[in-house]
């Protein structure tokens, strides 16, 4: 098996990528693209090549394990979500087992990936080129896909692959007392790094049955899984034979193109950096609150938060204690890993048991917000149809963690009952997983939620949909549901008819 290095580390004095005039791009696509797309419905996700380092002064570098998790985790969720908003069903399969069960199927996998690798040669993956030269290619990855594709019943396969670092402290500390340039190899690309962290993704799709490379694009970005977004974001659409029209067009809403939510954003983030370095902690404290579902985790909103856990967290009074818990758990929102060794000090050094129990909660919290943060957030900084709330609804409905999905039908339940484009989102998010295997009580109640969430729009255009699922449901509590909230929905309609 060949050995893939994703992270080399270099000094150099400079190393510059010429930049041209013309409008160019990293997407790469086949130059028969249409015709192969009629034929792809199903795609299957290949686990993601994911490899984070952390870059010592000693050269003596160590792949950061915990994080390299919660960013691959990240990057499924995201990936899942991007294909479905383009069109294709994304085929869920049990890689894990099925390396455990049959270890050809895991030399299967590799050969792939290092048949894309030679493949990128002729793709010039990477590199900037004109717009007009995108589709001049006509790559492939061989026959190996093929068992992929026919072990996962799937059209198509998407590789991932992302590589990352986080310069140590005593890095940090020689560059800025040297001021030498690290060039950090990525993907077989050089990224001149001032910065104590970044990341490079690189995505693929590949025809399953052909071989062919259809679409392939990459990004740098920051150390955590949402420039999978940015990389997903020119993946061409699925184009249906026989013409079919997204839902919400369908249902006749009007689909506005809006300026990218990021001002919203900027301006929310700005707001808690004022609430948290303020004295008065009742307005922190509200400021968490709205924090939890928000996906932020940008330093300036949560450096506040830490630097009042550190100056009070070794022997707080019983009334601290209390507020520096809720600060804590507080950071854990964050899901930014630079928050982790705060954490694990102030578990392990407080004398306040609440506050070393709310920390060690926290700890558990900033893996889940580090996979959840990206997804909530995704498509931020592009042009479309939502405003920020909305665009947080849409993400947490198309998510596939029913955690997420459960807050978005509450959103519209609390918030959204007459957003008809965000209603067809609802219906569409309650078809796809109401027919899955529903095994935990949370997927449960995620379903339950969508339903409720139709149900109380009063808009009998889904009364169909609940009575399906009350006729066709294999778990009899979501069919018993879907009974009630079919009920309930005719009984609000009525009086409008």
């Keep these: 098996m060949k050995r893939r290095t994703l992270l080399t580390i270099a000094a150099t004095a400079a190393w510059l990528t010429g930049c041209s005039s013309l409008q160019t791009t990293t997407t790469r696509e086949h130059e028969d693209l249409e015709s192969h797309l009629l034929k792809v419905e199903r795609v299957v996700i290949a686990p993601p090549e994911v490899s984070i380092a952390l870059i010592k002064v000693s050269g003596d570098n160590e792949r950061i394990a915990s994080l390299e998790h919660s960013t691959r985790q990240g990057i499924l969720n995201l990936a899942r979500r991007d294909l479905r908003v383009a069109g294709y069903e994304v085929v869920e399969f049990d890689f894990a087992k099925a390396i455990a069960e049959d270890e050809d199927f895991a030399f299967t996998i590799t050969q792939v990936r290092d048949a894309f690798d030679m493949a990128r040669q002729e793709l010039r993956a990477g590199r900037e080129l004109s717009a007009a030269q995108k589709r001049a290619f006509n790559a492939s990855v061989g026959s190996a896909v093929n068992a992929v594709s026919a072990r996962t019943d799937a059209d198509a396969v998407l590789l991932l692959r992302y590589a990352g670092f986080r310069k140590s402290e005593g890095m940090v500390t020689r560059d800025v007392a040297s001021s030498v340039a690290f060039a950090i190899l990525t993907m077989g690309q050089g990224l001149l790094v001032h910065n104590t962290s970044g990341a490079q993704i690189e995505a693929a799709l590949i025809d399953g049955v052909t071989g062919d490379v259809l679409w392939t694009d990459s990004r740098a970005g920051s150390l955590d899984a949402s420039i999978a977004t940015a990389a997903m974001s020119t993946l061409p659409r699925d184009i249906d034979p026989q013409g079919a029209v997204p839902a919400a067009v369908a249902a006749g809403a009007p689909v506005p193109v809006l300026e990218p939510a990021s001002g919203e954003l900027q301006t929310e983030i700005s707001n808690y950096r004022e609430a948290f370095s303020g004295e008065l902690f009742e307005v922190k404290f509200n400021a968490m609150q709205n924090l939890t579902w928000s996906g932020i985790s940008d330093p300036a909103v949560f450096d506040p938060v830490e630097a009042e856990l550190l100056r009070d967290y070794a022997s707080p009074s019983p009334g601290r204690t209390g507020e520096l818990s809720h600060l804590a758990k507080a950071l854990g929102l964050s899901g930014n890993d630079k928050y982790r060794a705060t954490l694990e000090t102030v578990a392990r050094d407080t004398k306040a048991y609440r506050l070393a129990k709310y920390s060690r909660e926290a700890l558990t919290m900033l893996d889940q917000h580090a996979a959840w943060n990206p997804v909530i957030l995704a498509g931020v900084d592009q042009p479309g149809p939502w405003r920020l709330d909305e665009l947080r609804t849409y993400n947490l409905l198309m ?20 957003h008809r484009r965000l209603l067809e989102v609802t219906l569409q998010s309650l078809q796809h997983n109401q027919a899955r295997d529903l095994d935990n ?22 009364h169909p949909a609940l009575l399906q699922i009350a006729a066709e449901s294999q778990d009899r509590s979501i069919a018993s549901h879907a009974r009630r909230y079919a009920e309930l929905l005719a009984g609000l309609a009525a009086p409008r008819q």
Excluded: F, T
């Design 441 to 462: 009580d949370v997927q449960v109640d995620a379903v339950n939620w969508l339903m409720k969430a139709l149900a109380n729009s009063g808009d009998m255009h889904y």
């Design 399 to 418: 998510a596939e963690d029913p955690e997420l999905i459960r807050v978005g039908a509450k959103n519209v339940y609390a918030r959204y009952l007459h």
